[in-house]
Nanobody, 120 residues
Framework: QLVESGGGLVQPGGSLRLSCAAS????????IGWFRQAPGKEREGVSS????????NYADSVKDRFTISRDNAKKTVYLQVNSLKPEDTAVYYC???????????????WGQGTQVTVSS
């Protein structure tokens, strides 16, 4: 099971730290991806990290603003989101898979999502 937390309402330019906590399985074996879906839009890959944490990737729209990291001892993956913009408003999901990828098709386990709303 994956559980996201840390979302909320924030003003433009603000920051949040999203967390993805795993229970019932060994997080160390899995790559983790963060995705988001805004109303009326397709789910898009935001960032992903390999099982070891040595490889990461980011969508161009969030590069230099978002940072993904993981603490396998705590079974948690984080997404630090800075300099938020209204267009970042979406439900953010984390997912676990065997390969680092920006495609949701490569992930087998999904959380329920956490809402991020950027508005003044």
């Amino acid at each position: 099971q994956l559980v996201e937390s840390g979302g909320g309402l924030v003003q433009p330019g603000g920051s949040l730290r999203l967390s993805c906590a795993a229970s019932g399985f060994t997080l160390d074996y899995y790559a983790i991806g963060w995705f988001r879906q805004a109303p009326g839009k397709e789910r898009e890959g935001v960032s992903s990290i390999s099982s070891s944490g040595r490889s990461t990737n980011y969508a161009d729209s969030v590069k230099d603003r978002f940072t993904i990291s993981r603490d396998n001892a705590k079974k948690t993956v984080y997404l630090q989101v800075n300099s938020l913009k209204p267009e970042d408003t979406a439900v953010y999901y984390c997912a676990a898979g065997f390969f680092i990828s920006s495609s949701p098709d490569e992930y087998d386990y999904w959380g329920q999502g956490t809402q991020v709303t950027v508005s003044s």
